[in-house]
């Protein structure tokens, strides 16, 4: 009785959905309409996507998907130049069950376009992530050397890859550039919240990427180029979380670019970031010679994580810098006391490199445990640790030490002990 109850329920709510409406569909097809609501084309709530498609090709400059009472399950959806797209609130889009088979079938996605706006204030967008056991890269949405792209508001769920992945498709423009996203959540993602493969021109602002577990690296955000002639210029996050991530909370991971590669500029104000099980920021794969450019961030929060808040894992310290200005970690590396807040490796002896690369500024380590603030670990000899340079502030009851090997280079680090005396 209560499924019957419950199928009577979705046909009432479904039943508020308009009839097809043909003529405006030809009206739209002629350019006599600008604006089309997906419905015209013929919401099926079982299987809605020639109803979306519909839309989205008919050349119309704006498309509105309205609030059904039921989701718009859909198979893979290719995004057309210069439209904006509305997702009313309450809107879910959710993948048809099995019609994502191909590893690389996205929800959403589009190559070499221009001009898009995805507006979703309080709308969805949800994959099946229990069905795909096999590969990484069925994404939620997927931009390929797009130009000028707005994500506003949306929330992205449940991927078999990453809630947003920013990437290459044409060798003429081997990134996307003019892309903000604003407003957004990437949750319960397989591989990550979301991977910046190649931008010039990014803007992510008040957006949060959380839960991502299933394959790695599991990261929130993951900056990381997949060739030498792809570039990271102007990528700027601003007032994000990053939070429950089994992976990293940041990772940019850096090994593939090489010393033509155009400057990496990217930068994370007033982010946070926190983990039961993940490192907070990690930064890896810089090689001499290499990339040069930095990554700065600045007043940003790590804090409650159960592994190392700050990792320079095989990051040289000749090539990209990494600039920390009024940053903090709290209470990091709290699930392993053999660990520090910020720890140097090198995993990768086949380079010659010295790890470093770092300047600190009004920078706090706020730790209870009797061990250094910053340790190198064997991993880094026989080159060493280099080009440490700034003022951290560290707050311990056992005193500010750190431990950073027998060969040292150009640190210069100064550390102001909060409980001294």
């Not at 290499?290 to 159960?306: K, Y």
């Not at 990494?322 to 709290?330: L, N, V």
């Not at 709290?334 to 090198?346: I, K, V």
């Not at 030490?401 to 640190?411: I, Q």
Request: one cysteine or more; hydrophobic letters at 40%.
């Amino acid at each position: 009785m209560v499924h019957g109850v419950t199928a009577l329920l979705m046909l009432v709510s479904v039943g508020a959905a308009p009839p097809p409406d043909p003529v405006a569909v030809r009206e739209v097809q002629a350019g006599m309409r600008d604006v089309a609501d997906a419905t015209w084309w013929g919401f099926d709530p079982v299987n809605a996507t020639a109803a979306l498609h519909g839309a989205i090709s008919s050349g119309a400059r704006r498309v509105i998907v309205p609030n059904v009472g039921a989701d718009w399950v859909v198979e893979p959806i290719s995004l057309e130049s210069d439209q904006e797209i509305v997702f009313e609130e309450g809107v879910v889009i959710t993948a048809r069950e099995g019609a994502f088979p191909g590893t690389g079938d996205c929800l959403f996605r589009a190559d070499r376009k221009r001009n898009i706006t995805l507006r979703g204030y309080g709308a969805t967008l949800r994959m099946r992530k229990a069905e795909y056991t096999e590969g990484e890269w069925r994404m939620a949405l997927s931009l390929r050397s797009c130009t000028n792209v707005k994500i506003l508001g949306l929330a992205l769920r449940d991927s078999g890859g990453d809630g947003i992945y920013i990437g290459n498709a044409d060798p003429e423009q081997p990134y996307c550039r003019d892309i903000l996203i604003r407003d957004c959540v990437c949750d319960n993602h397989r591989r990550q919240g979301l991977s910046v493969i190649t931008a010039e021109n990014l803007l992510v602002e008040r957006c949060a990427f959380r839960n991502t577990n299933g394959t790695a690296p599991e990261a929130g955000v993951d900056l990381e180029p997949n060739q030498p002639d792809e570039r990271l210029i102007n990528c700027v996050f601003r007032d994000c979380v990053m939070e429950g991530n089994t992976g990293p909370g940041i990772l940019c991971y850096f090994g593939p670019l090489s010393n033509e590669t155009l400057p990496v500029s990217a930068r994370f104000e007033r982010c946070r970031v926190t983990s039961a099980t993940g490192v907070g920021i990690m930064l890896g794969g810089t090689r001499s010679p290499g990339p040069t450019g930095e990554v700065v961030f600045r007043d940003c929060l790590i804090e409650d994580c159960a592994h190392v808040g700050l990792n320079l894992s095989t990051w040289a310290a000749d090539a990209v810098a990494a600039r920390f200005e009024w940053c903090t970690w709290r209470n990091v590396a709290n699930g392993d006391l053999d660990l520090a807040p910020m720890q140097l490796e090198n995993w990768d002896h086949s380079v010659e490199r010295v790890i470093g690369g770092a300047e600190f500024s009004y920078c706090r380590i706020e730790d209870l445990w009797n061990r250094p603030a910053i340790l190198a670990l064997p991993s880094v000899a026989p080159w060493g640790v280099g080009d440490l340079r700034g003022g951290i502030t560290i707050r311990n009851p056992y005193g500010a030490r750190v431990a950073l090997g027998d060969t040292v280079r150009d640190v210069m680090l100064t550390l102001d002990d909060e409980l001294a005396g």
